[in-house]
């Protein structure tokens, strides 16, 4: 009974993990620019583009004291968003 019981929480917490992403408030879904919109309302910052080719946005700011780089990933066919990376300086 013991290892059903821990079987089914981890199960409950991988599903919650693996389709429940956000960050911030902002879910892991959707199109770049909204995705984008969104987090300059929260007041972020978009990094200058660094000339680079990868379909990534670089975003600063601050959530809750804690100053944060933000990278969202996302389809460059689509515009679908997929990850965020978040770098704490």
């Known amino acids: 009974m ?3 019981f821990k079987l089914v929480v981890f199960l ?3 599903i919650r993990f693996s ?3 956000e960050f911030s408030g902002v879910a892991v879904d959707g199109n770049i620019d ?3 919109s969104k987090f300059v309302q929260k007041g972020f910052q978009i990094k ?3 000339q680079s080719k990868k379909p990534v946005v670089s975003l600063t700011g601050y959530t809750s004291t804690i100053k944060v780089e933000l990278f ?3 389809n460059p066919s689509t515009k679908e968003v997929w990850r965020f990376s978040v770098y704490l300086p």
Do not use: F, H, M
């Open 2 to 4: 013991s290892r059903l």
């Open 72 to 74: 969202i990933s996302y």
């Open 19 to 21: 389709y429940g992403q």
């Open 48 to 50: 200058p583009d660094n």
């Open 34 to 36: 909204e995705v984008v």
């Open 12 to 14: 409950s917490a991988l």
